[in-house]
């Protein structure tokens, strides 16, 4: 990685003479010596949007065989992209894979600061952003992804697959990236953050409540809750407020992770714990909400006075839990 | 159950009052033989909830039977005499225009509009409520009407996802998962589609099929080795009947 804000030439060119520019300067180059041309597209710090506005002339020009395999693999990847040829993409992975990964990073990492270009780049690096997570389960891009949605949306432009991707990582933990936006000094940002974060209940009463407050208690849910929370597919496609994770009670009573939607199997839970998720999956929702926090408060402050009670009778558990929190069921 | 102002409603009495509409018969009879109470205020707020469920019906056949296309919100179009086409795709009701005659006019010229398929129910559902209300209430009602997806949607039309409804109805939404999907075609991570109530639903894109015929072709747009069908969510989307009723009884032209 280079420094924050070098440069590389032809980045510099584009700024500077624009498109047209950089194309006739370009074509020239490639014509009197295709092998600078290359040196100056193999620079570690050109950006994706360079490439990508050159490759046209790049494809039937003799430079070509000189550049390097990040440019090539970026190349073919615009041409499979453009095409939405998936299976091609796939037929890469066996013997390609990082390589392939680790362009996609480079295309949505460079291309970030040129979204907006057009119509099909920003179609481009919104395919980067999902292959990335969808297809490479790579979270290192998650904090980029959050940027992109918001900067877009600030500009009332189209944010809806990105925000499909984001959901689509099944990872809760990542909505504190969008909490933060509840603490912007925009008015758009807040407001798509409280429409994306619309299904935690504090939520619910978001007009009465201020904005420091709001953001307090989203990350002290989301904290509490990231653990025991299953994805239920709903989507921004599908509703106009979904709910895209429920708590899992039963995960959260046990103080057990839930893992994607899969429901414990019974073979891997304890003799008391099975018998005890039994009894637990016939009450009803509100006692299963009161006996699952009570049980995560306790289970945090002292463990050994968990496992006792955890081991009591369900009707002796709920009568502890009603107290101790002031719920009655 | 059916209740009319407060007292239980009995089917035959309930059908015999209803128009020779298979729609309104169909719906009523699901709310009569439902263990769940259906309640309204009189007979005529019941019957504007069936004939506007009945006019969802028509708008979707009448949208599948026209030249309206699909395409992805970055491929979106429409008449620029009615609506300008935003940054998002959406189409924003234009400045001096009727929303009834805009919501109308993507019927009557269909070959000059294309969108994705949560952007046509929404349009279904426009319509529909333009065929049933005088058009001055429905201009007034939605004076700023924005058609892209769920989220842009005028709070007057309240419409609101059941999560586990205990009966489907005919002019409900309902989506198709498809969780597998191909990741660079996202448009069809889902489908929403009207239910006919009949075992048919209506899809932009798709056509009038039956759930297998739609699971079917969202099963053809996976990932290669996908391991998970698409499949039909419970959830299910309504229009908020009991406001609009309201609305509409209160309407003095």
């Known amino acids: ?329 | 159950m059916i209740y009319i102002g407060g007292k239980q409603a009995g089917k035959e009495a309930v059908l015999g009052k209803l128009p020779d509409d298979r729609i309104q018969n169909i719906t009523a009879e699901i709310m009569a033989d439902s263990t769940q109470t259906y309640s309204f205020r009189s007979m005529d707020e019941l019957k504007f909830e069936l004939s506007v469920r009945s006019a969802i019906v028509k708008a979707s056949k009448d949208l599948n039977g026209n030249n309206f296309s699909f395409a992805v919100f970055r491929r979106s179009r429409c008449n620029p005499a009615f609506w300008n086409r935003e940054p998002d795709g959406g189409f924003r009701l234009k400045s001096g225009v009727k929303p009834n005659e805009a919501i109308k006019n993507i019927y009557d010229q269909s070959r000059l509009y294309a969108t994705e398929c949560s952007t046509a129910i929404v349009i279904v559902f426009y319509k529909a409520l333009a065929d049933v209300l005088p058009g001055p209430l429905f201009d007034a009602l939605f004076p700023n009407t924005y058609l892209m997806n769920w989220q842009s949607l005028d709070p007057d039309l309240g419409l609101r996802t059941l999560h586990e409804p205990e009966k489907y109805m005919p002019g409900n939404c309902r989506y198709f998962k498809n969780p597998d999907v191909n990741p660079l075609t996202p448009e069809w991570q889902g489908e929403n589609a009207i239910d006919f109530g009949d075992g048919l639903y209506y899809g932009h894109g798709m056509g009038i099929r039956n759930a297998e015929q739609i699971i079917h072709a969202l099963n053809q747009n996976r990932k290669r080795n996908a391991d998970k069908s698409a499949y039909l969510m419970d959830s299910s989307t309504r229009l908020n009947f009991s406001r609009l009723y309201t609305a509409y009884a209160r309407y003095q032209p």
Not at chain 1, 175 to 198: C, G, T
Not at chain 1, 307 to 327: F, V
Request: proline letters at 3%; aromatic letters at 10%.
């Open chain 1, 1 to 329: 990685m280079g420094e924050p804000n070098q440069i590389s030439r032809l980045d510099e060119l584009r700024i500077k003479e624009g498109v047209a520019g950089l194309r006739d300067n370009v074509q020239k180059l490639s014509t009197s010596n295709p092998t600078q041309a290359a040196r100056l597209l193999n620079d570690p710090e050109l950006r994706f949007a360079t490439l990508y506005l050159l490759e046209n002339q790049l494809i039937q020009s003799e430079v070509y065989k000189h550049l390097n395999i990040r440019n090539k693999n970026a190349l073919k990847l615009i041409r499979l992209l453009r095409k939405k040829d998936f299976s091609q993409v796939e037929d890469l992975l066996p013997g390609y894979r990082q390589a392939v990964q680790s362009c996609l990073k480079w295309m949505l990492e460079s291309g970030y600061s040129d979204d907006g270009l057009d119509d099909e780049f920003d179609e481009i690096l919104d395919d980067c952003a999902i292959l990335a997570v969808q297809v490479f389960h790579d979270e290192s891009v998650v904090t980029l992804l959050v940027e992109l949605i918001f900067n877009r949306n600030r500009q009332k432009r189209y944010i809806y697959d990105l925000i499909w991707t984001f959901f689509e990582i099944h990872n809760p933990k990542n909505l504190l990236l969008i909490v933060e936006r509840l603490r912007s000094s925009n008015p758009r940002d807040v407001k798509l953050a409280m429409k994306l974060l619309a299904f935690i209940p504090i939520m619910k009463d978001a007009g009465s409540v201020n904005r420091n407050r709001l953001y307090m208690e989203c990350v002290s849910w989301i904290k509490e809750n990231a653990e025991y929370l299953e994805y239920t597919g709903e989507t921004f496609q599908q509703a106009n407020s979904p709910i895209p994770y429920n708590v899992s009670y039963e995960s959260k009573y046990l103080h057990k992770a839930k893992k994607d939607n899969e429901a414990f199997k019974k073979d891997s839970l304890e003799g008391d714990q099975a018998n005890a998720v039994d009894a637990f999956l016939r009450l009803n929702e509100k006692a299963k909400e009161v006996l699952s926090d009570y049980s995560n408060v306790l289970y945090e402050k002292d463990q050994k006075a968990w496992k006792e009670w955890i081991k009591s009778p369900l009707d002796e558990q709920i009568k502890i839990a009603s107290r101790r929190r002031g719920r009655y069921v």
